[in-house]
């Protein structure tokens, strides 16, 4: 079996979907961590975005994981938890999205093909909003992002990784410029203009309430 590497070396993954609202946070966290803090070559940063399983070969290939997600604990909106080691497998029991259970798979089939990471950090949120198609996150979820990025620092210093405070951020974005959450709020429609729930989208059911309140106001 592929084992680890020999030298230590860290991957910091956010996950998650940033088009549902508080579904895009370790994404976001990923991206706020790269705009303020310079990282050792030997760690690597990613949007992991909802690739799951394809994620196997990175997550395995590293001795130290560091996770940021949203995560449905059944806490105060915006609260943060920390899960380290043997502690994650046990998130399952708190699903909430597609991307979370692969990522449960994948966690599995690391530990029956003896790679599981001999180190592994999550950092979580409790999401307050996630059925907003398009909408971005929450205000007391975007204002956990610095906390929850100084606890990602802290794990990544404890493991003997020190980042290093930028004085500016970076001129290469983490992703493209478009998806930054500057760019992504301010390009996107407000919600009275674009309906931001997928299922009154879809099912037209915006546009039947609005036909019924105007026959009635006709009366």
Same mark, same amino acid.
């Given at each position: 079996m592929q084992g680890h590497r020999a030298e230590p070396s860290a991957l910091v993954l956010g996950i998650g979907n940033v088009l549902w609202a508080d579904e895009g946070f370790g994404v976001r966290a990923v991206e706020?961590?790269?705009?303020?803090?310079? $990282? +050792?070559v030997s760690v690597t940063l !990613?949007? &992991?975005?909802?690739q799951g399983l394809i994620l196997l070969?990175?997550?395995?290939?590293?001795?130290?994981?560091?996770?940021?997600?949203?995560?449905?604990f059944g806490d105060v909106p915006a609260t943060l938890r920390v899960l380290r080691d #043997? %502690?994650?497998?046990?998130?399952?029991? /708190?699903? !909430?999205?597609?991307?979370?259970?692969?990522?449960m798979e994948l966690l599995a089939i690391a530990d029956v093909q003896d790679r599981f990471p001999p180190h592994l950090t999550l950092v979580?949120?409790?999401? @307050? =909003? $996630?059925?907003?198609?398009? &909408?971005? $996150?929450?205000?007391?979820? =975007?204002? #956990?992002?610095?906390?929850?990025?100084?606890?990602?620092? @802290?794990?990544?210093r404890q493991w003997g990784f020190a980042p290093v #405070?930028?004085?500016?951020? +970076?001129?290469? =974005? $983490?992703?493209? =410029? /478009?998806?930054?959450? @500057?760019?992504? %709020?301010?390009? #996107? +429609? +407000? @919600?009275?203009q674009a309906c931001r729930v997928g299922d009154a989208r879809f099912l037209n059911i915006r546009h039947a309430i609005e036909q019924r309140n105007t026959a009635s106001e006709g009366r």
């Amino acid at each position: 079996m592929q084992g680890h590497r020999a030298e230590p070396s860290a991957l910091v993954l956010g996950i998650g979907n940033v088009l549902w609202a508080d579904e895009g946070f370790g994404v976001r966290a990923v991206e706020a961590l790269h705009d303020t803090w310079a $990282l +050792p070559v030997s760690v690597t940063l !990613m949007d &992991g975005g909802t690739q799951g399983l394809i994620l196997l070969p990175e997550v395995t290939a590293h001795t130290h994981v560091l996770v940021f997600d949203a995560i449905d604990f059944g806490d105060v909106p915006a609260t943060l938890r920390v899960l380290r080691d #043997r %502690e994650v497998p046990a998130w399952s029991g /708190a699903k !909430m999205s597609l991307h979370q259970q692969s990522f449960m798979e994948l966690l599995a089939i690391a530990d029956v093909q003896d790679r599981f990471p001999p180190h592994l950090t999550l950092v979580g949120v409790q999401p @307050e =909003r $996630l059925m907003d198609f398009g &909408g971005s $996150l929450a205000s007391s979820v =975007r204002a #956990r992002l610095p906390a929850a990025v100084d606890l990602g620092v @802290e794990v990544l210093r404890q493991w003997g990784f020190a980042p290093v #405070r930028r004085a500016a951020p +970076p001129i290469d =974005r $983490l992703n493209d =410029r /478009a998806l930054h959450i @500057e760019a992504y %709020e301010g390009g #996107r +429609p +407000p @919600e009275a203009q674009a309906c931001r729930v997928g299922d009154a989208r879809f099912l037209n059911i915006r546009h039947a309430i609005e036909q019924r309140n105007t026959a009635s106001e006709g009366r």
